[in-house]
DNA sequence: ATCCAGGTTCGGG
DNA sequence: CCCGAACATGGA
């Protein structure tokens, strides 16, 4: 049989499966369009069917693929027989990232009295905030994302990436994690200028790994704290202001009322599905907001899929 | 050419 | 406390 390099192979010969069953609003559909959102991602990978992403379980690289089937999800690896930690660990990561233990429901019936949310959430019906488990790359994602188009902050996260995380090739394809903290700690803003990235990008990223290297800030602890302190925690980071906050808030600690007001991105979309001529203001995005409390973190996650 | 991108920090009034 | 400038680069 020929095995033309596009081919994909449809079942492991060698691996593990589990089925995780979804809630009845899901729709994989969407989640995957968002997943799918930029060519220029490296952290995973999206065909038609399915989301292939390589995690690092028990110190162990394992290339994950996920796909729906007969209402759950399954989730298969291609060459790795996982030890019951793994399975666990890797069923509470797929939970996490597509936020299957949310009760979209009670979202979906807080604003519906709302007019630009009443219209995405049917046209988006079953949409997860997909999350970014992991603190340390959802804070370097902030700091690279600041002040510039989404288009280059992905080709500055490919060069990090590429020169910095593990790697795996499956099939002829090569497949990257994100780098762990003690790496970047240790690179110096050289390295990165030649990357493009700006000095202060540079020094934030490295400053942000010492940090958590030093146990100033962990996951943790953020999931420990009222929202609130969790926010003081996170600026006191340099390189983490108000916005980076509560988009890690939202994306990685699961706070479905955080809000990233100055997104430029919430702003066009409001812009956008309220038929406005210019920008809204700060005042009029959080009374907006308060029609969306306490889901305002799921409400500026649509926005931003209506975007794509 | 000029302005804007998933903002934040820093220095000056 | 508030405001402008600087930041690196690319696309419109």
Known sequence: ???????????????????????????????????????????????????IKLLKLDQQLIL????????????????NILSESQKRQLKAYITEVFDLKTDLSQFYRAVKNEEIMAHLTQRY????????PDLFEALCWCVIGQQINLNFAYQLKKQLVYNKGERLQFKGVDYYT????????????????????????????IGI?????????????????????????????????????HYVMMKCCREN????????????AVKIHSAMTRKPTKTELLQLSK??????????????????
């Open 257 to 268: 009322s955080a809000y990233p007001i100055d997104d430029v991105g919430l702003q066009n």
């Open 178 to 205: 994100f780098p762990e903290v003690e790496v970047i700690a240790e690179m110096s803003t050289e390295e990165f200028a030649a990357w493009k990235f700006s000095n202060a990008k540079a020094q934030y990223i």
């Open 64 to 79: 994950v693929t996920v796909s729906m089937t007969q209402g759950s999800l399954r989730v298969q690896t291609h060459d």
């Open 125 to 132: 019906y079953g949409l997860r905030l997909i999350g970014i």
């Open 291 to 308: 029609r969306w409390n306490p889901w305002q973190a799921y409400a500026t996650f649509y926005l931003w899929h209506s975007l794509i």
């Open 209 to 245: 790994a010492q940090a958590m290297l030093q146990g100033q800030i962990s996951k943790e602890m953020l999931l420990g704290s009222s929202k609130e302190d969790a926010v003081k925690g996170l600026t006191a980071l340099k390189g983490v202001g108000p916005w980076s906050a």
């Open 1 to 51: 049989m020929v095995n033309s390099p596009l081919k994909q192979v449809s079942t492991p010969s060698y691996g593990s499966e589990l089925l995780i069953s979804v809630p009845e609003e899901f729709t994989f559909a969407h989640c995957q369009k968002f997943l799918n959102r930029n060519k220029h991602e490296c952290l995973h990978q999206v065909d038609s069917q399915r989301w």
